[in-house]
């Protein structure tokens, strides 16, 4: 089994930034892919910014050139740094990692979500 810890959620202002946190641990064979969602109240969850394991980035519309996505393999752990905050950006956050686990079955893992608010 995969589990995930996330961290680094908080209260900002406006312009602010945070650095996200999300260590994999457990049963873990190979990554294939890293991802941060969000979703906020009366939202649907989107795709904030994924990597995957060559290191390509993609990042939804709204957040590029704000937001950078970063990976160190050897902890296992993906970052979210957040620059120029916006109210909108408050939501609750989830890391997502999927891949392989030694006896080769696939899992998808979530963390337990970290609240990010911006204030105006």
């Known amino acids: 089994q995969v589990q995930l810890v996330e961290s680094g959620g908080g209260l900002v202002q406006a312009g602010g930034s945070l650095t996200l946190s999300c260590a994999a641990s457990?049963?873990?064979?190979?990554?294939?892919?890293m991802g941060w969602y969000r979703q906020a109240p009366g939202n649907e969850r989107e795709l904030v910014a994924q990597?995957?394991?060559?290191?390509?980035?993609n990042y939804v519309d709204s957040v590029k050139s704000r937001f950078t996505i970063s990976k160190n393999n050897a902890k296992n752990t993906v970052y979210l740094q957040m620059n120029s905050l916006k109210p909108e950006d408050t939501a609750v956050y989830y890391c997502n990692v999927r891949g392989r686990q030694p006896n080769y079955v696939r899992y998808d893992a979530w963390g337990q979500g970290t609240q990010v608010t911006v204030s105006s």
């Open positions: 990597i995957d394991s060559g290191g390509s980035t």
């Open positions: 457990g049963s873990i064979f190979s990554i294939n892919a």
